[in-house]
Nanobody, 122 residues
Framework: QVQLVESGGGLVQAGDSLRLSCAAS????????MGWFRQAPGKEREFVAA????????VYADSVKDRFTISRDNAKNTVYLQMNSLKPKDTAVYYC???????????????WGQGTQVTVSS
């Protein structure tokens, strides 16, 4: 079992930055690919970014590439999502997830956090 707890969400203005954190507990953190997903009101949950266990591979959704950066600190069992140049369309509940391989679909991740709200005002 892996337990995930997100933090760092909040209300910001367009153009601002925010860093989300996800603390993991349970099994060996570095064994898991970590991903971030988001779900806006009335929309399906969508992939944002993922990072492999030793940070060798990272993937991003086109909508956030060049603005968001995913990273992890295996010594702290934590994954981060640095979000720059935020836009109102980035408003969503952000979830971190853990899985066995780098993937862009939620079905590839077996463990999920409870989510943290990010609201970007115009």
């Amino acid at each position: 079992q892996v337990q995930l707890v997100e933090s760092g969400g909040g209300l910001v203005q367009a153009g601002d930055s925010l860093r989300l954190s996800c603390a993991a507990s349970g099994r060996t953190f570095s064994n898991y690919v970590m991903g971030w997903f988001r779900q806006a009101p009335g929309k399906e949950r969508e992939f944002v970014a993922a990072v492999s266990g030793l940070s060798v591979h990272t993937v991003y959704a086109d909508s956030v590439k060049d603005r968001f950066t995913i990273s992890r600190d295996n010594a702290k069992n934590t994954v981060y999502l640095q979000m720059n140049s935020l836009k109102p369309k980035d408003t969503a509940v952000y979830y971190c997830a853990a899985g066995p391989r780098v993937g862009r679909t939620e079905y590839e991740y077996g463990y999920w956090g409870q989510g943290t709200q990010v609201t970007v005002s115009s």
